[in-house]
């Protein structure tokens, strides 16, 4: 239900900006993030924004990455910069929210991003 897109091929030291488009009415009542899965590793948090706009971050992308909500377009941005082949692997978004008081967990299909020269 989630549709993500941006992923690519770019030098080290490149940027790319990745979207996730959500049906409206999982998005205004979601907490979104990022996610990430190298070859051969756990997938592990990137990126979290809240409603509220409150934002959390992998030390490892602290000052590179920035994640982003827009409510009138239902859709997160992944922004990230200074890209390394550390970063090379799948992205996932996911929204997650707790209505009728039981977890609900919502992912997209995955963008691969591949840094190298």
């Known amino acids: 239900q989630l549709q993500a897109s941006g992923g690519g091929l770019v030098q080290p030291g490149g940027s790319l900006r990745l979207s996730c488009v959500a049906p409206?009415?999982?998005?205004?009542?979601?907490?979104v993030g990022w996610y990430r899965q190298a070859p051969g590793n756990k997938r592990t948090m990137v990126a979290g924004i809240t409603i509220e706009g409150q934002v959390d971050y992998a030390d490892y992308v602290k000052g590179r990455f920035t994640i982003s909500r827009d409510a009138q377009k239902s859709t997160i941005y992944l922004q990230m910069n200074s890209l390394n082949p550390e970063d090379t692997a799948v992205y996932y978004c996911a929204a997650v929210n707790t209505a009728d008081l039981q977890i609900h967990e919502y992912w997209g299909q995955g963008t691969l991003v591949t840094v190298s020269s």
């Open positions: 409206e009415s999982i998005f205004s009542i979601s907490a």
